[in-house]
């Protein structure tokens, strides 16, 4: 079945500056990458996504790449703020014979400081 | 318009019981998916249910079973609790079988003492 590696777990940046967090796939299958935000206390927020027909894609400070060759996609925040500090995860939609499930990294840690 | 309604939002139970969980999708959405999310740990598929059918299972013990109900709410049940039950169980709906663009409930926190 799928299986998804998020880098780094934890990452502490100034706030202005970007950040960037790595996942990598193993089902060549799979073909549609979302990214959840998850704040303290609340449930996960989709942030942005990205099929594997597009190499790239943006919204605002946000910005998803794919690289379907080498399995992998990352998540780009630029001039960071306090308010983007959360626990971001990436997924890959998995469909097999146990059905179609988002199958999740283990998350990365961001935060902010000003 | 509302979004993902999951009730209740807290819960504590003794090991052995049972506990059913309850999700509303966004209005148009006929799927329904569950989520087990333990702390620090990504969300970990456990159902999906659309137009009513089992459309998919993750890998639970028999003692999880869930529902989809006409309106296409959803419940979750757990039968004999176990302390590594604790965990936030998530609903996510999606407009589509497919279960892309999935948004997420605030979420389910159970305890089991």
């Known amino acids: 079945g799928e299986n998804v590696e998020q880098h780094p777990s934890t990452l502490s940046v100034q706030e202005g500056d970007s950040a960037v967090i790595k996942c990598t796939y193993s089902?060549?299958?799979?073909?549609?990458f979302p990214w959840y935000k998850q704040e303290l206390g609340k449930g996960p927020q989709l942030i942005i996504d990205?099929?594997?027909?597009?190499g790239e894609k943006k919204d605002q400070r946000i910005a998803v790449t794919l690289n379907k060759t080498a399995k992998h996609f990352s998540l780009h925040i630029t001039e960071t703020q306090p308010e983007d500090s959360a626990v971001y995860f990436c997924?890959?939609?998995?469909?097999?014979?146990?059905?179609?499930?988002?199958?999740f990294g283990k998350g990365t840690t961001l935060s902010v400081s000003s | 318009d509302a979004g993902v309604t999951q009730s209740p939002t807290h819960l504590i139970k003794t090991r052995g019981q049972h506990v059913t969980l309850r999700c509303s999708p966004i209005s148009g959405h006929k799927s329904v998916s569950w989520y087990q999310q333990v702390l620090g740990q990504g969300p970990q598929f456990i159902f999906q249910y659309y137009e009513k059918e089992e459309r998919g299972r993750g890998n639970f013990p028999d003692r999880f079973s869930a529902r989809q109900f006409p309106n296409y709410s959803s419940e979750l049940n757990v039968n004999a609790l176990l302390l590594g039950d604790s965990a936030l169980y998530l609903c996510?709906?999606?407009?589509?079988?497919?279960?892309?663009?999935?948004?997420f409930g605030q979420g389910t926190r159970l305890t089991v003492v």
């Open positions: 089902d060549s299958a799979s073909n549609y």
């Open positions: 996510a709906s999606s407009p589509q079988a497919g279960n892309t663009e999935a948004f």
């Open positions: 997924a890959a939609l998995s469909s097999d014979q146990a059905g179609t499930a988002l199958i």
């Open positions: 990205i099929r594997s027909n597009v």
